[in-house]
């Protein structure tokens, strides 16, 4: 299985650094009452530190608002995952406990203020892109029986059947969402902005470190640039 970025990405948004964390052999199944604690404090943290009036001041959030509107995409309407969460909190409320998996990459999520996802490799067709869709390919969001048909030019994340994530980093599709029985996991990390690379590598080095604390898994990650624009993962 191969991890491939559209190089006309790089060419609109060549800061753009994509880490991609690979967890083999998961057992996601119990619940950690430690990680639930941890994620509860990460968010009680968020709430009471946060610095900025409006979280799209946020220098880690400005980016996506940008690449949203250069993208066509409505920045009030479409938010990134991690905006959506972090408005979620500074209004009073909690992330849903989802599974110890979803549950730490959310913490991480808002700790860092970066978007990341959870794919579960065991229902994904083929290869993984992150790509312009060519019109016509089918996304069945999480939660949802109804299908949606993406328009020709939108960022997603795309296996050789369907739409995996639509607006880049907006909302993931049912098919793969991760569960408490999912055994192999692709982790998409995505950096814009100045932050870049190092954001990334400490992120990384954040999740894989928490990994065996929480989870029995053993990981391989990777970083994707304009300069590296496919990997091998598996």
């Not at 052999?25 to 900025?52: A, C, H, K, V």
């Not at 808002?110 to 083929?126: A, N």
């Amino acid at each position: 299985m191969k991890f491939i970025i559209d190089k006309k990405l790089f060419e609109l948004f060549p800061e753009a650094t994509i880490g991609a964390v690979v967890l083999h052999e998961l057992d996601n199944s119990g619940t950690s009452e430690e990680l639930n604690q941890f994620y509860q404090q990460i968010q009680r943290d968020f709430r009471q530190t946060f610095p900025f009036p409006r979280i799209q001041d946020h220098p880690s959030i400005r980016p996506w608002r940008e690449a949203f509107s250069r993208l066509g995409i409505s920045s009030s309407k479409f938010n990134s995952s991690v905006e959506a969460m972090g408005r979620r909190i500074l209004k009073g409320n909690y992330l849903p406990s989802i599974n110890n998996l979803v549950n730490l990459y959310n913490a991480l999520s808002i700790k860092h203020l970066i978007p990341i996802g959870g794919h579960d490799i065991g229902t994904i067709k083929g290869s993984i892109y992150l790509c312009f869709a060519t019109g016509g390919e089918k996304f069945l969001p999480m939660g949802s029986q109804q299908w949606e048909t993406v328009p020709s030019g939108e960022i997603v994340y795309k296996d050789e059947q369907e739409v995996l994530t639509r607006r880049w980093v907006w909302r993931q599709c049912e098919k793969d969402k991760v569960t408490h029985s999912s055994r192999q996991v692709f982790i998409p990390i995505d950096v814009l902005g100045e932050i870049g690379k190092e954001k990334l590598v400490e992120v990384i080095s954040d999740f894989t470190a928490l990994i065996p604390r929480y989870l029995s898994a053993s990981t391989s990650h990777y970083i994707l640039d304009a300069d590296n624009q496919e990997v091998t993962m598996l």
